[in-house]
Each structure stands twice: as C-alpha cells, then as structure tokens.
C-alpha cells in the first residue's frame, strides 16, 4: 500500500526557514515523480514544482525559484521541501503528491502539512 | 505559465448534469493530451478523477467524463449526488517539465 507521510504543523516566524518532508513509502517503482503543491487559506492548488526520483534533479514552478528547495534522500525516500526568509503569505497547507512521470497524473498524496508564519 | 481559467463555481440540483471549464492556452492544454481533473473536499487530499483528457481511473464512477476542445478542457458530471459537492481543480502539463493548475470551482449540488 503507497503511502505518503508528511512532517507536522509548523509556526515559524518571519524570516525564518522552515523545512517540510514527505516520506513515501509501498512505491515499487524505481522512478517516480515527488510534487509539492500549496494551497493558502481560502485558495486553489498551486504547482510548486516535482523533483525526479531517480536523477534528484528539481523543476521549479513559476514564482517558486529562489526561496523554496526541492530536494531528496533517496535511501530515506523521503522529499523535502524547504523554505526560507518566511513571510505572511507563506502560510499555507504543503502537499507533495506522485505520479509516475512529469506527464502522468497525481496517483498518491500526503495528508498536507500547515504551515503557519506568524510573529 | 498563467494558471488556468476556470468558474469560480458551478452548481445543479441532484440527478441533473454540470460542466466545468477549463480554458488555457496552446502552451498547456491546447498543446498536449495531459490534462486531469482533481476532486478535493477541504481538509482532505484531493482524488483523481480524470487523466489525459478524458480517461477514468478505476474506481471513479463513470458518471463524471472529461474532453477538450482546442485550448479549453471539460469536466461533466452527470446525474449529480449530493457527494460530489467539492472543489475542483484541472492541472495540464505546460510544457518544459512544468505543470499548471487551474483556479479551482466549486461545485455546489443544490
């Protein structure tokens, strides 16, 4: 059974970094495609950009360069995504999600991760 | 990429048929078969209801279908039931190993 099992809320304040995981797990396949998705409050989805599961080599969404890390420890199968110099508007729920390949759909994803930026 | 254009809502009564649009450009859907659809219920993870434009994952009633016509994807829902009130999302590969979502609808069955 594939599951993917993100890390727990975070309160961050601003300026600060904060760094989400999303472990997987039951995933047979020895590539894959690891999403991260955010949803702000009161929001739709919004692509942040995949990292491949075999070359680890991250594709950043528009207007997520810069602040935002894609990364991934193969051994662990785990993905995170990091984000530093936190704002306001960073608050959101963090999803990751896979699919097979950068063309296939979203099959599994985590249950979302909140993170909160507050002074 | 711009994200998508969708409705910010939609709605119908129970057993009636809805349609949502899901407008991009040549660069996105007009320009590739990969379109999805996502259902999400808040505080849930969103389900795949569509892929590629119009195919059906095992498990989705096939009461929902999906089609595109030059740059604008669908998603219908036929004979609707009060469960299928939700937000729904496309997404459409945008070339250039990126992914683009639409804004979301949020379908209210009355």
């Known amino acids: 059974q594939v599951q993917l099992v993100q890390s727990g809320s975070e309160l961050k304040k601003p300026g600060a970094s904060v760094k989400v995981s999303c472990k997987l797990s039951g995933y047979t396949f020895t590539t894959y495609a690891m999403h991260w998705v955010r949803q702000a409050p009161g929001q739709g989805l919004e692509w942040m950009g995949w990292i491949n599961g075999y070359t680890r080599n991250p594709t950043y969404g528009q207007g997520f360069a810069g602040r935002f890390v894609l990364s991934l420890d193969t051994s662990l199968r785990t993905a995170y995504l990091q984000i530093s110099s936190l704002k306001a508007d960073d608050t959101a729920v963090y999803f990751c999600a896979t699919s097979g390949t950068i063309l296939s759909p979203f099959d599994y994803w985590g249950q979302g991760t909140l993170v909160t930026v507050s002074s | 990429q711009s994200a998508l254009t969708q409705p910010p809502s939609a709605s119908g009564s129970p057993g009636q048929s809805v349609t949502i649009s899901c407008t991009g450009t040549?660069?996105?859907?007009?320009?590739?078969?990969?379109v999805s659809w996502y259902q999400h219920h808040p505080g849930k993870a969103p389900k795949l209801m569509i892929y590629e434009v119009s195919k059906r994952p095992s498990g989705v009633p096939d009461r929902f279908s999906g089609s595109k016509s030059d740059n604008t994807a669908s998603l219908t829902v036929s004979g609707l039931q009060a469960e299928d009130e939700a937000n729904y999302y496309c997404?459409?590969?945008?070339?250039?190993?990126?992914?683009?979502f639409g804004g979301g609808t949020k379908l209210t069955v009355l």
């Open positions: 997404t459409s590969y945008a070339g250039s190993n990126s992914l683009v």
């Open positions: 040549s660069s996105d859907v007009g320009g590739y078969n990969y």
